[in-house]
């Protein structure tokens, strides 16, 4: 199993700027795509960006293109999610995951994916 720390997370105003970091160690080597997701309050966890390994492809929703980048330091196994103009709903706990292909991780949006482990995730709270 891989295991998954998430961390930079903070308090920033509408259109202000943060970086958060996935730091991914176990059995990193099973694992093509890592992911992030976010989960606001009373809502369902939603698939935000996801990074292939193998190809360095992206994948974004519609509601952060253009505003969020996700990259990655392969000799750190660590995922970035670079995240511009932000705006208060992306108020949230955002988690990352690991998947085999972005293919994969994208049918977490219609329940036919699911995951079992997440990590402890972190907040980002954006006031307006």
């Known amino acids: 199993q891989v295991q998954l720390v998430e961390s930079g997370g903070g308090l920033v105003q509408a259109g202000g700027s943060l970086r958060l970091s996935c730091a991914a160690s176990?059995?990193?080597?099973?694992?093509?795509?890592l992911g992030w997701f976010r989960q606001a309050p009373g809502k369902e966890r939603e698939f935000v960006a996801a990074?292939?390994?193998?190809?360095?492809?992206?994948y974004y929703v519609d509601s952060v293109k253009g505003r969020f980048t996700i990259s990655g330091d392969n000799a750190k196994n660590t995922v970035y999610l670079e995240m511009n103009n932000l705006k208060p709903e992306d108020t949230a706990v955002y988690y990352c995951?690991?998947?085999?292909?972005?293919?994969?991780?994208?049918?977490?949006?219609?329940?036919?994916?699911?995951?079992?482990?997440w990590g402890q995730g972190t907040q980002v709270t954006v006031s307006a």
């Open positions: 995951n690991a998947d085999k292909s972005i293919a994969t991780m994208i049918l977490y949006t219609s329940g036919v994916r699911k995951y079992d482990y």
């Open positions: 990074f292939s390994w193998s190809d360095g492809s992206t």
């Open positions: 176990g059995r990193t080597y099973s694992s093509s795509v």
